[in-house]
């Protein structure tokens, strides 16, 4: 693994000497994909696929980021793609063959409709969990002095010890440019410490490993919002199964991707699933609200970038005849299937390239997905039903893809091996988790079909319609692209090229790629736009709005930068994943008089009270744009005093009739205003017993309290005192009256 000792480290959670960490996340939120890792082996969450995996609080394979959104009244957590991933790993002791000797350790992405299986403790022991901040610019917008050009701008290394003895570090990278920003890379390292339990300091394994496997795995499912919208639930009954989508394998990059092709409500193909609702579906094309009319175009998918060959099981040609080899029981397959060797006498890779349903309970995958007795996907082999077609004869003798089931398309995992591991040994690996646009159209792959191997895949600029009403016929010449999708990379195949662009360093790639023939280690020097500022956004005295940042962005230097600085766009959205509307276009050098680039935003549309969003891109003078990543979250309202005076109450007195509404508890708020910046109210009852106390701090003069005692019972209707006081010593006090 490449070492980075020259960032700097926001958490770091170390491993006890003695007993494993408990289970730990953090959240890769640099990029437009948002993704969830763990400690346990786990990406985006437990696997699951039933009730329970109808909303979520962190991102699953999130793209575009921040979708959540409020539609006809009622919420969803958004635009999330996956229903879990993870790693397995098997093997048998040296001397201990066959199936009921094998040791498993399946780290994430196990379980079934009924709920994920619990895996800490049993095939994962957490160690630790880093994550690391290689930001241009500091939090608080000055030049990074540590920033190494070289690796992305956020990376989060895990590590877990597993039964076999193999303990895996995982390090994932992210990047903001929009290049860039629609991908995750992992690279993972499984050395063999000998350590089962996740108490470091003692060592429980030492004998050498025969026909160990291991096998990456993700579960897919475009999109949580589409199928909410459509079925009101995201599970496995709902078009995850032989339903509405499909599995696609691009030998070219080793991509696997699934498509939203159908929607079976109806008698009518909804490919992508547009948004049922008529009207809604014409304002969001228009709009880009919500991500536009079309609800599940998103292709999710991975790639594999490297894999170890190193310490494959070699296999003597001359035992080969006695079905005798360093792997054990490789030649003795119920299929009869004649496994073809490389030119180092070890079996072609991958060993299974495998897309089957959700259920991945553990009996199913501990007796299928790494049997030594069969490749479970088959192999490619000439003259059979999976030859001529692949794009290159070099995958003859490797694992084929079982096309016949991409429309159970729920999982799709790649499987290498079988090695053989002594202690001390590692095998390295490196994966890019890749999102885009649909795929690219008309590219001739396998997958998609029930019962046909190769197809085309489709295109999202097609006919839309409700019923018999044809409301385009090519809905991207009518609608044109969210604007989430920021460069010239827009379909998964786009993406999955930029993975290989970044893993390797280089400006070009040779399809069809080899991971063999890639080094163990990422390179990662991409081309690199100009940063984008962090802003400050800030309340007015007079109830404006001020943007603001500092000029650190000028200073920046990269030895691999697109162009030169030339201005600043400033843009404010209604959602987090926008549309984003541009407010203004700053020129470099044009500051005020504090030496700072500012905007005032006045729009009388946008209330006091209310929520936006702004960001800020910067721009040079090739046209690059940077990322979006100081998204801002902003309230409306009046600046706080810089020294408290009197306090008003309002409405006071207050009565139903005089609730604020707007929202679900509104009517009985009651709003104090002329607050400083930092001050403690204390309510009192007419008695003068204390009811609750508010601490409020933040810039605004104003905070709300809902009539909810400090033990969260409703107040009655009298007289209330209230005294509020500041860490300066100011003082002030005054009375309101409820009548209920």
Sequence with gaps: MKRMPFLIIITLLNACTLFAQ???????????????????????????????????????????????????????????????????????????????????????????????????????????????????????????????????????????????????????????????????????????????????????????????MVLFIYGFAPSMYGYQRHYQEWKYESGMYRGDQNNFWDADYWLSFNLNLRTNITDETIFAKREPNKELFLEQARTGKNGGGLLSPQAPGFCMLHYD???????????????????????????GVRYELDKQNHIKQPWSNKVSTGNTRSSKMTVDAMNLDKRWSGVYSEGSTTWPNPPSARWIGRAAYNYRQSNDAAQKHLVFGPYTLRPGDKLEYALAEVIGYGARPGKIVEGGQTMQQWAATPSWNRRVAFGSEVVTQRYLDDFGYPDYINSKVVTVTDVAHKAFQAYLGADSITVPVWPEDNPKDGDYRIPVPMPAPVITVRNTHDGR???????????????????????????????????????????????????????????????????????????????NRSGRPNVTRHEKNIASVEKMGEVFVAPNPFNIESGFGGRVGAEDKIGFYGLPEKCTIRIFSYAGQLIQTIEHNAPVYTTAWFQVTRNEQEIASGIYFYIITTPDGGKTSGKFIIVK
């Excluded at 310490?311 to 003795?332: K, M, P, Q």
């Design 22 to 212: 408990d289970l730990k996340f953090e959240i890769h939120n640099r990029g437009m994909l948002h993704e969830t890792v763990y400690n346990s082996g786990d990406i985006g969450r437990p696997w699951t696929t039933g009730d329970e995996g109808n909303k979520t609080n962190t991102p699953v394979m999130e793209w575009p980021s921040r979708s959540a959104t409020v539609v006809q009244g009622t919420r969803y957590s958004g635009q999330h793609n996956l229903i879990g991933a993870g790693m397995y790993m098997a093997a048998n002791p040296d001397g201990k063959p066959g199936t009921e000797n094998r040791i498993f350790a399946l780290c994430g992405a196990v379980g079934t409709g009924g709920g994920s299986e619990t895996i800490v403790g049993r095939w994962s022991f957490p160690l630790k969990l880093t994550r690391t901040e290689n930001y241009p610019l500091l939090r608080d917008g000055s030049l990074n002095p540590d920033y190494n050009p070289d690796e992305a701008e956020e990376i989060i290394v895990a590590s877990w010890a597993t039964p076999l003895g193999i303990t895996v570090t995982r390090t994932s990278r992210a990047w903001s440019y929009p290049d860039y920003d629609d991908l995750i890379i992992y690279e993972y390292e499984l050395e063999y410490t000998g350590d089962t339990d996740g108490k470091p300091a003692t060592i429980e394994q030492t004998t050498v490993l025969k026909d160990f």
């Design 309 to 335: 060959t190193r310490h494959l099981a070699f296999v003597d040609t001359v035992a080969s005849e006695r079905n005798e080899s360093e792997a054990v029981g490789i030649l003795r397959t119920s299929y």
């Design 545 to 623: 709005v001020k943007i603001s940042w500092n000029r650190a962005a000028e200073e920046f230097r990269h030895p691999r930068l697109m162009g030169t600085l030339v201005q600043f766009d400033l843009y404010r959205s209604d959602a987090g994943m926008g549309p984003w509307h541009r407010l203004a276009s700053i020129p470099v050098g044009q500051v005020d008089d504090e030496n700072h680039y500012s905007y005032i935003d006045d729009d009388p549309i946008f209330k006091l009270g209310e929520q936006r969003y702004y960001s800020v891109v910067s721009v040079d003078d090739k046209g």
